[in-house]
Every structure is written in structure tokens, then in C-alpha cells.
């Protein structure tokens, strides 16, 4: 079993429309969540950490529930500028301070 | 945010060589992340390389095929040896800010003949 597991996609929505990712993890001693955002032949960057609590960031909200070791992240009002790779991350301090990805979901919002 | 660059960003190689990736961070980092990306998957960690120390490599991955260097504290390259077609890929660098978050190089897309 792998260690991130995300919904395998390709989400292909209309502007405007809400979609929301999942992922679990397999590990209970992760210790920091994150969505990066990947586009097409570039690098992945940090679109936001994700806190027990719940958080949001404009239109994205990311969910943790540790119980159940799921993240989510949903996109309201989705945007032509969010079509890209979605990449579920976590991160576990030990002496490589290693992040692990998810295999990432990919969107494409549709004009 | 570190602001990060890598050289050479693309190169086509013949197998049996070997090439050596460049990545330079514009400021002090104490830890640099080299990770491979093959086509269509996500990131897989290479190694950690540590300033004044030998790499850690992950599961997989061997110092004698990935040898790396970590002269100072801002910068490390990559060398990948004896380049097969399996080795191509894109290899990335990336810098810890701190609780997990990372920032990455732009990349270096590797294709091996």
C-alpha cells in the first residue's frame, strides 16, 4: 500500500464548477499536511499546509481528519488557472525530514 | 522564499555516460532534497544532502549511481552515472523553509538514448 493514496483522476470540470480531492496516508506518525500544485512541465509549488481545524485560502479549503488519516481539498468557483496536477503531501520529521507525495490528481477546468 | 535555479535545465544523453546537475539556492539552507520525477508519476526522494556530510539516500537509490555534492550552503549538485534510457526522467532540488514546506528548482528533464 502505498504511504499517500489521492483520488487517481483526471478531473475534467466546467468553470465555475466545485471539486473536491481526496487523499488518505498510511502513516499515523505523519505529522504536516500540504497540497502542492503542479503545472504542466514545471515544478510543484505550495498551494497551502492543511491544520486539523480546517482552513481555507480564497476559494480553497483543505480539510485533515487525523482519526481517519484523510485529507481533502476543495476548489470552489473553479478557474481555467487551476487546471494542473494536485499533489497531496506529507511530511514526517525524522533524520531525512522527509515529505512524501501523492501520486496527484490532475484537473482540468473547461471554458 | 528561496529563489532556486538548476543547471543544465534539459539534456539528452547517451547511455553509459554520465551528467551532472547543478542546483544553486540564493540564500544559506541547511538541508537540500534531490528527487526524481519519472514520466507521468509523482516525486520520489533521491537523497538529502547535508553540508559538511555524506548524503542520505533513500530506499533505492545508491550513492555509487547517484553521487552527490554539498560543498557549501548554497549549492549541491546531482550526478547521475552510467545513464540508462530507465534513468530518464526529470530531477528536481528542493530546499526545506521549515516545517515541512519545501520550495523546488524549475527542474532538469533528462533523456537518456
Known amino acids: 500500500r502505498k504511504e499517500v493514496e489521492q483520488d487517481p483522476g483526471p478531473f475534467n470540470v466546467p468553470e465555475g464548477a466545485t471539486v473536491a480531492f481526496n487523499c488518505t496516508y498510511s502513516?499515523?506518525?505523519?505529522?504536516?499536511f500540504f497540497w502542492y500544485r503542479q503545472d504542466c512541465r514545471k515544478e510543484p509549488k505550495l498551494l497551502m499546509s492543511?491544520?486539523?481545524s480546517g482552513n481555507e485560502d480564497g476559494r480553497f479549503t483543505a480539510q485533515l481528519n487525523r482519526a481517519s488519516q484523510y485529507i481533502s481539498l476543495l476548489i470552489r468557483d473553479s478557474k481555467l488557472s487551476d487546471s494542473a496536477t494536485y499533489l497531496c503531501?506529507?511530511?514526517?520529521?525524522?533524520?531525512?525530514?522527509?515529505?512524501?507525495f501523492g501520486s496527484g490528481t490532475q484537473l482540468t477546468v473547461l471554458p | 522564499s528561496a529563489v532556486i535555479s538548476q543547471k543544465p535545465s534539459r539534456d539528452i544523453c547517451q547511455r553509459g555516460t554520465s551528467l551532472t546537475i547543478q542546483c544553486q539556492v540564493d540564500?544559506?539552507?541547511?538541508?537540500m532534497f534531490w528527487y526524481r520525477q519519472q514520466p507521468g508519476q509523482s516525486l520520489t526522494l533521491i537523497a538529502t544532502?547535508?553540508?559538511?556530510?555524506?548524503?542520505?539516500?533513500e530506499s533505492g537509490f545508491v550513492i555509487d549511481k547517484f553521487p552527490i555534492s554539498r560543498p557549501n550552503l548554497t549549492f549541491s549538485t546531482l550526478t547521475v552515472s552510467n545513464m540508462s534510457p530507465e534513468d530518464s526522467s526529470i530531477y528536481l532540488c528542493?530546499?526545506?523553509?521549515?516545517?515541512?514546506?519545501?520550495?523546488f528548482g524549475p527542474g532538469t528533464r533528462l533523456l537518456v538514448l
Open positions: 492543511v491544520y486539523s
Open positions: 502513516n499515523s506518525a505523519s505529522q504536516s
Open positions: 503531501v506529507v511530511y514526517r520529521e525524522g533524520s531525512a525530514r522527509q515529505l512524501t
Open positions: 540564500s544559506q539552507v541547511t538541508m
Open positions: 528542493s530546499v526545506d523553509s521549515g516545517g515541512g514546506t519545501q520550495y
Open positions: 544532502a547535508n553540508q559538511g556530510s555524506e548524503a542520505t539516500y
